[in-house]
């Protein structure tokens, strides 16, 4: 079941691309993700962006961890901010890459009891939040992204990804 999604405050363009076959077990992720991408534009009232969207598998985004941060293992999701450039008013302006891993999910999702589109959608959420700057090195960073991550999910009648919980953010994701 896809969520209805809620109305724009901003508009993302997004570019999803399908990087590995195993995706295709799982139909509705384009528009699970599109879902995610609105939700965030509705409670949080961005501007135009654009985003890269790329759904793939635990090689492709191992090899990127590796390259990018050093750490040679797959994770969840990577987000890649661009740069920042000026742009004319009215202008979209491209924000940037988020890759995500189907294996990685697969076995999250088996592991916690969580469904996968609710998981891929709070993947995509946390990855665009990177984008925009939010983080969670510290306590108090963690504890805005985390609080942020539920009123987006809620906002389009998905399960709040924290409830009951706190993950250690350095185990899987970016």
């Not at 949080?44 to 390259?67: F, H, M, P, W, Y």
């Not at 983080?135 to 409830?163: C, F, Q």
Request: aromatic letters at 6%.
């Amino acid at each position: 079941m896809t969520p209805k999604l809620p109305p724009l405050a901003g508009r993302i363009v997004e570019d999803i691309q399908i990087g590995s076959p195993l995706w295709k077990a799982e139909p509705a992720s384009k528009q699970t993700v599109r879902t995610a991408l609105a939700a965030i534009a509705a409670t949080i009232g961005l501007q135009s962006k654009e985003l890269c969207i790329v759904l793939t598998d635990d090689e492709t985004i191992r090899a990127l961890n590796r390259q990018w941060r050093g750490i040679d293992k797959p994770t969840n999701v990577l987000s890649f901010p661009a740069a920042i450039t000026a742009t004319s008013a009215g202008s979209i302006k491209f924000s940037g890459d988020i890759v995500i891993a189907y294996e990685t999910v697969r076995r999250e999702c088996d592991e916690e009891g969580r469904i996968f589109l609710h998981h891929l959608a709070h993947l995509t959420i946390h990855g665009f939040l990177h984008i925009l700057g939010y983080g969670h090195e510290h306590d108090a960073d963690s504890k805005e992204m985390e609080g942020l991550e539920s009123k987006i999910m809620t906002r389009v009648n998905l399960p709040d990804p924290w409830h009951g919980r706190h993950l250690d953010h350095e185990s899987s994701d970016t």
